[in-house]
């Protein structure tokens, strides 16, 4: 069965400067990846994906994210944050069996 | 292009009570999972409608029932109500054909006293 980890509950950035947030998955073969943003009392919205190809994806609203097969890992990255950043990020891997695992979630909050 | 809908928004319950849930997929999505999503943690996974039958199952209890209509719009029911229900209930819709990308509705929030 798959599972992700995403180590960090809770970042602080100020605004401008850059984000990643760490994301690493456990699955015997190559996942399907996703990372979603989820404002406070909203559903989810899909940032970007990883199916196959190019191991580095770009998404929504400035976002990109690298796929590291060797270490697991789907890490999100932003260059420069703005103040609407703020929201909770999730990581999620999907397999053959149809169902996404996702992980526990990472706070962002953005300072000026 | 209508995303992918949820009603009620909001939902106050006692226990033993039952609930029904409703989602209305994306536009020209035939395919519908629910999830539960705890105060704090990520959503898990419940069940997964396809052709108006369940394809795929996470670890919740029988009390936990769905069903798929034929124009895909899909019921959560959910009954004998627990405290530990009480939880954001998230639809997602896909393509079954499209891979595994799913898009979310905004979710139901269900309070069980």
């Known amino acids: 069965a798959q599972s992700v980890t995403q180590p960090d509950i809770h970042i602080t950035v100020s605004e401008g400067a850059s984000l990643e947030l760490r994301c690493n998955y456990s699955?015997?073969?190559?996942?399907?990846l996703f990372w979603y943003v989820q404002s406070p009392g909203q559903g989810l919205q899909l940032l970007l994906k990883?199916?196959?190809?190019?191991?580095l994806v770009q998404g929504i609203k400035g976002f990109e994210a690298e796929f590291k097969r060797s270490q697991s890992s789907f890490n999100l990255r932003k260059p420069s944050v703005h103040w609407s950043d703020a929201a909770e990020y999730f990581c999620?891997?999907?397999?053959?069996?149809?169902?996404?695992?996702f992980g526990a979630g990472t706070t962002v909050t953005v300072r000026a | 292009d209508a995303g992918v809908t949820q009603s009620p928004t909001h939902l106050i319950k006692t226990r033993g009570q039952q609930v029904t849930l409703r989602c209305s997929p994306k536009?020209?999505?035939?395919?519908v999972s629910w999830y539960q999503q705890a105060l704090g943690q990520g959503p898990q996974f419940i069940f997964q409608?396809?052709?108006?039958?369940?394809?795929q199952r996470g670890n919740f209890p029988d009390r936990f029932s769905g069903h798929q209509f034929p124009n895909y719009s899909s019921e959560l029911n959910v009954n004998a109500l627990l405290l530990g229900d009480s939880a954001l209930y998230l639809c997602?819709?896909?393509?079954?054909?499209?891979?595994?990308?799913?898009?979310f509705g905004p979710g139901t929030r269900l309070t069980v006293l």
């Open positions: 999620a891997v999907g397999a053959d069996d149809y169902k996404l695992s």
């Open positions: 409608y396809y052709e108006e039958e369940e394809r």
């Open positions: 536009s020209g999505h035939d395919t």
């Open positions: 990883y199916f196959s190809g190019d191991t």
């Open positions: 699955y015997g073969a190559t996942p399907y």
């Open positions: 997602a819709s896909s393509l079954a054909s499209g891979g595994d990308t799913q898009y």
